[in-house]
């Protein structure tokens, strides 16, 4: 089932199907019939909420959990969400869900993933979170991005991303490539609203080759809604977020505003060719085979720890995604795997902008302590303190300017890392912007 816009022929053809429309013929003295008149579908057409169209924000096809451990398993339109329930009758939901099923839930998917080579607890309970994240998504107001890592090529990442799309629409994730190149911010935004605009429930970015950020992705991973302009014409159109952002690579790498955003599940066989591995599994199949089961295993997780009253399980909160940590994060703790969100501090380490502005911070603090000095005077420290320099180099590249450096000043100020922090120090007699770093 897919969503497509109305135009006034369609609803031509759709008047004429649900009433008979009739002409009086005044010569004859009777009445005919004839086509629907062209204003009334175009009427329609040009105010779609005339008759109060319900809203859909998303097409699922597989039962919801609620926030409050209800389950939706009947099919057809969900009038509190808004989301229309794609499924061909009303599913079995076994009658006692408690944490001895949600543990059994548990075991059963990590029993169909039995052969991936996770590098720790933390990488398995970010896979366990991807497949019940995927379920979740839509009655979520955000969720963080999965993304699935590996140092060789083979380990099974692409068919990670499967598993939890066949689970959560019945088919294969459609992917799509991360573009390079001087306009790679707008050429991603523009496939990210072209995801959204299609009703892409999964979103897989798949084999990135370079460090993975952007402002249209951050604001699809924390947002309830974009506003999107549609291609080739002035109109700009609300969309809800509610797809869930699945992102694979060698070694990949997530800058910036993304690393708050993202948990990762790193796989690591210890070999050099991965894909010749013998595994007697074809995990596919088998995930088509077993869905229905599979997709209640999944569901059971966050119901049970809902129906429990959400007992405190000591994780520290994670700004943004309270409603996920609540479903997902908290219900995985509650039987006893580790949380997920413990990858997202190996991935701020990663991090290459993190790691430069480290590096600044640093050797700016050893070369100056704290005393507030312009733009010009750590240039000039620079030319003759190569660790600084060499710092500067690492975070600017060959826009070691003045500007370039009073810009990432600008941009860095009150910034906290590693127990230092960038202060605006005031306007010198010369008129000119102070900056130190001093121990936060």
Same mark, same amino acid.
């Given at each position: ?32 019939? /004839? ?45 509190? /969400? ?66 699935? /890592? ?75 809604? @974009? ?72 569901? /059971? ?51 290459? @902008? ?87």
């Amino acid at each position: 089932m897919v969503l497509r816009p109305v135009s006034a022929a369609w609803l031509t053809h759709a008047l004429a199907r649900v009433a008979a429309w009739v002409r009086r013929d005044a010569r004859a003295g009777e009445w005919r019939p /004839t086509d629907p008149p062209e204003r009334v579908a175009a009427i329609l057409a040009d105010a779609p909420d005339l008759a109060a169209w319900p809203p859909i924000r998303a097409v699922v096809r597989h039962p919801l959990v609620m926030p409050n451990g209800e389950i939706i398993a009947a099919p057809g339109y969900h009038a509190p /969400t808004g989301i229309l329930v794609d499924v061909d009758n009303e599913w079995s939901i076994p009658e006692t869900i408690d944490r001895d099923a949600a543990r059994d839930a548990c075991d059963r998917l990590l029993e169909v993933l039995r052969h991936y080579p996770w590098a720790t607890r933390a990488d398995q309970a970010v896979a366990l979170s991807l497949l019940v994240t995927a379920l979740a998504r839509p009655v979520l107001p955000a969720a963080p991005m999965h993304v699935i /890592t590996s140092p060789e090529p083979g380990c099974g990442k692409s068919m990670l991303a499967d598993v939890a799309a066949i689970l959560a629409t019945g088919a294969h994730a459609p992917v799509m490539t991360w573009p390079e190149g001087r306009d790679a911010d707008a050429e991603s935004a523009k496939r990210i609203d072209a995801a959204q605009l299609a009703g892409d429930q999964i979103i897989a970015i798949d084999n990135i080759e370079r460090p993975l950020e952007g402002a249209a992705l951050a604001q699809l991973l924390t947002q309830g809604a @974009r506003r999107i302009r549609l291609l080739g014409a002035s109109t700009a159109v609300t969309v809800a977020c509610t797809a869930m952002v699945v992102a694979t690579g060698i070694n990949l790498l997530v800058r910036g505003d993304l690393t708050r955003r993202t948990v990762v599940s790193r796989l690591d066989p210890g070999l050099e060719r991965p894909e010749l591995r013998q595994i007697d599994q074809d995990l596919l199949a088998e995930v088509r085979a077993r869905r229905r089961d599979l997709v209640i295993d999944a569901l /059971t997780i966050p119901v049970a720890y809902l129906r429990a009253g959400t007992p405190d399980v000591g994780v520290p909160p994670l700004g943004g995604y309270d409603a996920w940590s609540r479903m997902v994060r908290q219900a995985l703790v509650w039987l006893g795997e580790t949380d997920p969100c413990n990858t997202m501090e190996r991935t701020r380490e990663d991090d290459t @902008r993190r790691a430069a502005t480290r590096a600044v911070y640093a050797a700016w603090h050893a070369a100056l302590g704290e005393a507030p000095v312009t733009v010009a005077d750590l240039l000039a420290q620079a030319r003759q303190d190569p660790d600084l320099a060499a710092a500067l180099r690492d975070a600017f590249g060959d826009d070691v300017t003045a500007r370039g450096v009073g810009a990432w000043c600008a941009y860095h100020r009150d910034r906290r890392v590693d127990g230092l922090v960038l202060r605006d120090a005031g306007i010198s007699r010369t008129r000119a912007r102070r900056w130190l770093v001093e121990r936060a």
